[in-house]
């Protein structure tokens, strides 16, 4: 048994002398005292518990900013601005009526001279009377017209805006929606990528503990370079990956559907199609050599 831990207890990688037991007791606010054994083992699985949550949220934040979450926006127009615009086709109707309407009052008129003149009436007091009614009743008329205008008017601006406040309205659900849905996705994906995460140190642990703790440090690509070398693909890079036959790119996607495990390797797919990048924003901008590079160096 090794001096700097007791039987039973495995230290994490890299711990591999009581100097380093002793960074970690100092780290963990424990008795440093060289030794790894229950009081350490206790702080620091305390301490692996918030850093796995902490892990958790970082793959969370990582998703929900990869992802392109859609957004409606309704331009609602001002009560003044929907007044111009309906007024723009309303009001030269209601014009070209009152000019009529004004027309038809001239021309009686007209008809009462002529026939008062007929009549040899001249200017008599009646023929003014019926021509001073003849004045009222034609303003009367324009009057119901201006009156009908107005109530037409206020009744279509009202109705434009409850139009538009619906709309309004319809989208901030939509918008709702859209975020709801990408949080849903990242939460899911985060988990299949947690859970990776998770099972890949028990087995780094399990295969550190078995080594006797060589010293070396692990080559393996952790989730996210898996994910940023999918994201960092072209289109047709991503078709070789997910479809080819050749052997390089089947030995990748082997690897891929390895680390991540099959459900975490079809969210994969689906959070980053073969269709270019519509709806997903690339998390890292590593052109694709560098990213090949950075898969061979890793395995």
Known sequence: MASYYLKGYTTPDGVNSRADVREWQNKLGVKADGIWGPNTQAAYERYASANSMSKFQEYYDT?????????????????????????SYLRPGVD??????????????????????????????????????????????????????????????????????????????????YAYNAQTTAMNLASQWFNSYMNNAAKAAKNSSRSGRSGLASKNMSTLDYVRFVSG??????SMLYNSGASEWVMMRTELEDALGKDGYRTVRSAFPILGSAGVKSISNKNYDKARDTWRWAR
């Open 63 to 87: 998703i929900l900013g990869a992802l392109n979450v859609p957004s409606i926006s309704i331009s609602v127009p001002s009560k003044a601005e929907l007044k111009e615009d309906i007024s």
């Open 96 to 177: 070209l009526a009152i000019s009529k309407r004004r027309a038809a009052g001239e021309t009686a008129k007209a008809e009462l001279d002529a026939d008062a003149v007929s009549r040899g009436m001249g200017a008599s007091t009646y023929v003014s009377s019926m021509k001073e009614r003849e004045d009222d009743d034609t303003q009367s008329d324009i009057s119901i017209m201006e009156a009908q205008y107005t109530a037409t008017l206020a009744e279509r601006i009202a109705a434009a805006l409850e139009k538009y406040q619906s709309m309004s309205l319809q989208a901030q659900l939509q918008n709702a929606q």
């Open 233 to 238: 693909l072209s289109a047709p890079e991503r």
